[in-house]
């Protein structure tokens, strides 16, 4: 048995966990922990420009693999610019094992350099955390962290690491556990058959059901199953903005997303159901408006891992807790095709396709030919849309440029559309794309953002120069920060406080020429789609494509603060309350 | 208002994550009282909050949540026992502490300490017995006091115990 040190036993520990990338910054406190790493080469280290990067790149490489991402950072400075990125995965349930170094133990309280409460800050933003108190213990809390921040309803731990536990010269036998024991963790799967006979019968007598899709489909592997459900049923589905791609956006029976900015028959269907089946989505205030005036005539069903997500916001009828593609399992075998109302839900689905032909969304705005001067996001996305042939991993910042990418790049498969849906973090999109194009070199990753967005963490231009990462940053240009215009457009009068750069903004083709990649500028809507084709075939480049779109365009629909599912703006002069 | 007994890991944090959820998610606590229990490795607690009812039932399921958390128990669900333990410092004599102790039936009172012109007692009994007590004193002698907040359990089979422990593979 070879002996190890705290910290090589850290690293062999990650190897045992099959962990291939490690995205990190070195510090003081965490150099052992980097001395260890160059004498191995099982886990490649990959160095970011900032703490913010590595969280969210190991959060792309997490949600587009299923796997866990991991991070190592020093101590203090390096542990704080984690947060963010640690509570953007926590939001969105995403399984992270985020190392921090901290100064050593007999420091610990005393002001040293460097040193702040990890376990203390971390703690409202984590799924759990542990702080090492002997080398010895360092495997165990490894496996204990791989397997909470995967399992159940996943999330990020953090593992504090004082820096004497990692000594080189305090060496101890290395064992890895195979399993653990942890009387106060379990994770719920199967839930008793009471409980499906009920979901069943009701999902069996509605006329006007809707499959409501989150995450959880996503990350419980369970897209198989809803598409057998909805095909049994056939029932409109509809996505959250965490759930696109967890049923196809190109599929019939599929009715766009929800929520504030989802489509009009989403919403509406939402508003006129009798019956909502939520499945992995947790009822979040984006996607219901007011709760009190909530799809007040629908029965509802909850599938969710979390228990403590269940009737947090909105009571249900039947609660599911537990494993979603388990569950969806015991559904399908006990739903009887025979029993379903296939002439009402027939009928319903005829109204839904009515309000889609009223006020849906236009996918088609590049074959128009509008002769406008300017370019309208929503056409880029149509054009990124069709060079990628709608296979690519889209990344998003926050913002307009999000939703338009959400509501017009059409998912057909999960863990293609990664994004800040609960925190709604700025700076997520380009780290997160270094991630997912670690994990899958061969295809095109996608970073859509905008000029307000991508400077908040620009620097991993140069971590993707050093690590050869082509994937392609599309910035819709509105001079703005457009989301907030919007809301300032259309709730304070136009009074723009605080939106404006006043000519600031960077030549964003010189900046990413002097990183070593390419820059290219479109502002004529004629050239846009064969820039677009230009962009996605250079496969060894990173291109930063700056598009200038139309200043003025809003995202819509929009729901209406305070009100019901029906209650929308469609557009800048129509609403539908 | 609601009793709700807790069984946790005795570890460092492990007391913060629970405190801190109340915080983070906007609860009310009216009282805490925590110690370790007869096995060392585990900590109970006996928390008193004043919320409404589908509020209790969010923070018993965020409760749960909380990993170092091994058992949670809504003492207000099941029959229970529950009482709080005071100590009052007085200035008076030890004779009027004595007359003010028969008075207060039926809460126990018993004098621990006497110290210069200062006395202080100890008391135990529910809640509002402690309250009632407290109220009663004159506010001129009455200089300070220190509450356990309330201490409960179930009666009869009604356990708040560790079950065995998972293993869990992976």
Same mark, same amino acid.
């Given at each position: ?20 990338? !490690? ?48 991070? !190592? ?99 101890? +036998? ?24 009920e979901a069943v019968s009701l999902l069996e007598k509605a006329k006007k059901p809707v499959l409501y899709a ?19 049923m056939n029932a409109p589905v509809t ?16 009715i766009?997303?929800l929520g504030?900015?989802g489509t009009y028959e989403a919403n509406m269907a939402m508003h006129e159901a009798d019956l909502i089946f939520a499945l992995?989505s947790?009822f979040?205030d984006?996607t219901t408006n007011n709760p009190q005036k909530y799809s007040l005539n629908a029965k509802k069903i909850h599938l ?6 269940i009737e947090?916001i909105i009571n249900v009828d039947v609660s ?20 379903i109302d296939k002439a009402s839900i027939d009928l319903w689905n005829n109204e839904i396709l009515n309000w889609?032909?009223t006020?849906?969304?236009?996918? +088609? ?10 370019? !309208? ?103 703005? !920060? ?63 494509? +700056? ?12 729901l209406e603060?305070g009100g019901n599912m029906s209650e929308m ?7 539908t309350f | ?170």
């Amino acid at each position: 048995m070879k002996k190890e040190s705290g910290g090589s036993a850290l690293i062999r520990a990650l190897a045992d966990e099959n962990v291939d990338l !490690l995205f990190g910054y070195p510090g003081g406190a965490a150099l052992h922990i980097y001395d260890a790493i160059y004498q191995q080469n099982k886990v490649q280290h990959i160095l970011v420009r900032h703490e913010q990067a590595a969280v969210h790149a190991a959060d792309g490489y997490a949600r587009a693999t299923g796997k866990v991402g991991t991070v !190592l950072v020093t101590s203090g400075p390096g542990a704080t610019n984690a947060i963010t990125g640690i509570a953007t995965a926590y939001m969105d349930s995403i399984p992270l094992v985020v190392i921090s170094g901290q100064v050593a133990s007999h420091l610990i309280g005393t002001d040293a350099f460097q040193e702040t409460d990890m376990m203390g800050i971390s703690r409202p933003i984590v799924k759990h955390s542990f702080l090492i108190q002997s080398p010895e213990e360092i495997p165990e809390v490894v496996k204990k962290a791989f397997i909470i921040a995967k399992t159940g309803k996943p999330g990020p731990v953090v593992i504090d690491v004082p820096k004497d536990m990692t000594d080189p010269n305090h060496l101890f +036998d290395y064992q890895y556990p195979k399993d653990i024991k942890m009387r106060s963790y379990s994770v719920p799967s199967e839930v008793e058959v009471s409980k499906i006979e009920e979901a069943v019968s009701l999902l069996e007598k509605a006329k006007k059901p809707v499959l409501y899709a989150g995450g959880g489909i996503i990350q419980g592997n369970a897209s198989e199953e809803l598409k057998k459900l909805a095909k049994i049923m056939n029932a409109p589905v509809t996505n959250t903005l965490m759930g696109l791609g967890a049923f196809p956006a190109t599929h019939e029976n599929f009715i766009g997303m929800l929520g504030m900015h989802g489509t009009y028959e989403a919403n509406m269907a939402m508003h006129e159901a009798d019956l909502i089946f939520a499945l992995g989505s947790r009822f979040d205030d984006r996607t219901t408006n007011n709760p009190q005036k909530y799809s007040l005539n629908a029965k509802k069903i909850h599938l969710d891992c979390d228990y403590g997500s269940i009737e947090k916001i909105i009571n249900v009828d039947v609660s599911l807790n537990g494993d979603a593609k388990k569950i969806l399992n015991q559904i399908l075998n006990k739903i009887d095709q025979k029993n379903i109302d296939k002439a009402s839900i027939d009928l319903w689905n005829n109204e839904i396709l009515n309000w889609r032909e009223t006020h849906g969304l236009n996918h +088609d705005l590049l074959d128009k030919k509008f002769h406008q001067k300017q370019i !309208l996001p929503q056409q880029v996305i149509q054009s990124l849309y069709k060079s990628t042939n709608g296979k690519a991993f889209i990344t998003s910042d926050v913002g307009q440029h999000q939703m338009f990418a959400a509501q017009y790049y059409k998912f057909d498969e999960p863990r293609k559309w990664i994004n800040s849906g609960g925190l709604g973090t700025m700076g997520f999109g380009l780290p997160s794309a270094m991630g997912v194009k670690f994990a899958f070199p061969d295809e095109d990753v996608v970073c859509v953002t905008g000029e307000g967005s991508i400077q908040m963490c620009i620097q991993e231009l140069s971590t993707c120069m050093q690590y050869g990462l082509p994937v392609k940053i599309i910035n819709l240009n509105n001079r703005a !920060l457009g989301m907030v215009k919007q809301w300032q457009d259309m709730q304070y009068g136009g009074r723009y406080s605080s939106i404006l750069y006043e000519d600031s903004l960077p030549d964003f083709v010189k900046l990413a020429e002097s990183y070593g990649h390419v820059g290219m500028k479109v502002e004529d809507i004629g050239e846009l789609e064969e820039r677009m084709d230009e962009c996605i075939s250079m496969k060894d480049k990173l291109v930063f494509m +700056d598009v200038y779109v139309d200043p003025d365009e809003h995202v819509y629909p929009m729901l209406e603060a305070g009100g019901n599912m029906s209650e929308m703006r469609v557009s800048k002069t129509k609403k539908t309350f | 208002m609601s009793h709700i007994s807790i069984l946790m890991e005795n570890q460092p944090g492990a007391l913060s994550r629970v405190v801190g959820l109340f915080s983070q998610r906007g609860y009310n606590i009216d009282s805490l009282s925590v110690a370790p229990t007869n096995d060392s490795s585990l900590s109970r607690l006996t928390m008193v909050v004043k919320e409404e009812e589908s509020v209790i039932s969010q923070i018993l399921k965020q409760l749960n949540k909380v990993i170092d958390v091994v058992e949670v128990q809504n003492l207000s669900d099941v029959e229970s026992v529950s009482l709080e333990i005071a100590i009052v410092k007085l200035k008076i004599t030890e004779k009027e502490a004595s007359k003010i102790i028969e008075s207060a039936f039926p809460i126990v009172g018993e004098i621990i300490n006497h110290k210069d012109e200062f006395v202080m007692i100890k008391l135990i009994g529910s809640n509002h017995e402690v309250d009632d007590f407290l109220l009663s004193l004159n506010k001129q002698k009455f200089l300070e006091v220190t509450r356990s907040g309330l201490l409960g359990m179930g009666t009869g089979e009604n356990f708040l115990i560790s079950e065995s422990e998972t293993t869990i593979e992976y």
